[in-house]
């Protein structure tokens, strides 16, 4: 579960930890959680305002350029804080008097982002926050030096970080290895592990381009 932009043949991404107690898992509720803050995150914007019209949505993992792009493909994960206010509220992340949302089982609900302390991160965390405001999530942001994030990311210890990635061979396996579970600790900074996804991407490798 990670949001893409795409400069060609690069992507910036927006990671979960699948092991966190928050964010990770394969429970509905928290696919539903990540779900809607993709669908809450204003990318348009980001490309608008921050971005500079410097970049273009990607609908997938593989950009435009690499061999396996499929330029037909179009991700379910669209921007609608409407449907993303639904969905929180159908899998009991209620609202409460202050107008944030509490975890299902009451406790509060607090997405940590980590961050770097440049002007054009400050730029991210309010597009995000005002992002997250709308659909009634908090978010605060852990600010950091980027070797101590990354190191960090590297131990599965960060909930959310934006990360970038750059093609250095043409094919699309060099951005799907990001989400194969043996990379975990290496490229692998959301720690995905997906039986079924791990057993296509094994497949996946020993086939012609």
């Known amino acids: ?23 990770g898992g394969f429970g509905k509720e928290k ?4 779900r809607a803050i993709i669908m809450g995150y204003n ?23 690499v061999v396996g792009h499929d330029p037909s493909y179009r991700s379910i994960n669209q921007y609608d804080p409407v449907l993303a206010n639904k ?9 409460g008097r202050d107008g944030f949302r509490t975890l299902p089982d009451g406790k509060p609900l607090v997405i940590h982002q980590a961050t770097e302390s440049a002007a ?22 852990d600010v950091s030096k980027f070797a101590d994030n990354l190191k960090q990311a ?22 799907m290895q990001l989400l194969y579970g043996p990379n975990t600790g290496q490229s692998n900074n959301g720690c995905y592990e997906s039986k079924s996804f791990d057993a296509l991407y094994d497949k996946s490798r020993a086939m012609p381009p």
């Open 87 to 95: 969905l929180l509220d159908y899998f009991g992340y209620k609202k």
């Open 43 to 65: 990318l348009e914007e980001e490309i608008r305002v921050i971005r500079k019209y410097q970049a273009v949505a990607a609908e997938m993992p593989i950009p435009v350029g």
């Open 120 to 141: 054009i991160n400050r730029d991210y965390n309010e597009l995000w926050k005002k992002s997250m405001d709308a659909i009634g999530i908090r978010m605060v942001f």
């Open 154 to 175: 590297k131990g599965c210890q960060l909930m959310m970080w934006q990360a970038a990635w750059i093609a250095d061979y043409p094919d699309g396996d060099n951005f």
């Open 1 to 23: 579960m990670t949001l893409f932009r795409a400069i060609d043949p690069d992507i910036s991404y927006t990671f979960f930890n699948f092991r966190d107690p928050i964010v």
């Open 31 to 34: 696919i539903a959680l990540r």
